[in-house]
């Protein structure tokens, strides 16, 4: 593995470029925080780090694209994983807002394997997704998810990427429709996921 090159910084991570037995390959290495006891720090390090990673392997299993994880180390607190090529759908959808609804049908339906295989990612948003060059949807970054997830989980992350939309692309109403649609398609007991997703929503207009 040569040495890493830092491209990225965020809150709880550092993203490195570096090569890893000959293929390319990114590292994301969790940053000791100051404010929190020594031990606990490391403690919910060591945690998110094997969670990531154990989560990347499942979603993959269950045929949902993700990184391909090559290491983790837990002493660095680190994950080297396949670099994917591709653009962020954020971008892809700001650059290129034609082609909206055929992005979002393939969210919808990633989305919706990822929840039938009983996992959620905890931080739906199209920054977190990559339209691989081979036009596929990857998710990444799902430090914030489980397995086991519950309706209440899936309701959440459905609920999250509404928001996204929303926030992001406002004008891209009837491609999140369309996305919805291809999700709820797949969704085993779609009913149910749609009442949940309106609880959170009341949830929030209440409190």
């Known amino acids: 593995m040569t040495d890493p090159i830092p491209i990225a910084k965020g809150a709880e991570a550092e993203i490195f470029d570096s090569r890893f037995l000959g293929r390319d390959a990114l590292i994301k290495m969790r ?12 403690e919910l ?19 949902v694209r993700t990184p391909v994880v090559y290491d983790v180390d837990l002493k660095e607190f ?4 396949e670099k994917v090529k591709g653009i962020k759908v954020k971008e892809k959808l700001d650059r290129e807002p034609g ?34 060059d081979d036009g596929k949807i990857c998710l990444i970054d799902l430090s914030m998810g489980r397995t086991k ?6 309701g959440v992350d459905v609920h999250l990427l509404e928001r996204a939309f929303a926030s992001a ?10 996305l919805m649609n291809s999700y709820l398609a797949v969704k085993k007991e779609p009913n149910e996921l749609l009442r949940k997703v309106e609880e959170i929503k009341n ?3 209440y409190t």
């Open 31 to 42: 940053s000791p925080k100051r404010y929190r006891a020594a031990e606990l720090d490391d």
């Open 45 to 63: 390090r060591s945690y998110r780090t094997r969670n990531e990673a154990r989560l990347m392997k499942e979603a993959r299993k269950a045929g």
């Open 78 to 81: 680190s994950i080297t994983m």
């Open 99 to 132: 082609s909206a609804a055929d992005v979002c049908m393939m969210i919808g339906n990633a989305v919706a394997d990822l929840h039938n295989s009983g996992i959620c990612h905890g931080d739906l948003t199209t920054s977190n997704m990559i339209l691989t």
């Open 149 to 154: 997830a519950e309706l209440e989980d899936m």
């Open 169 to 178: 692309h406002p004008d891209l109403t009837e491609a999140f429709s369309a």
């Open 203 to 205: 949830r929030g207009r």
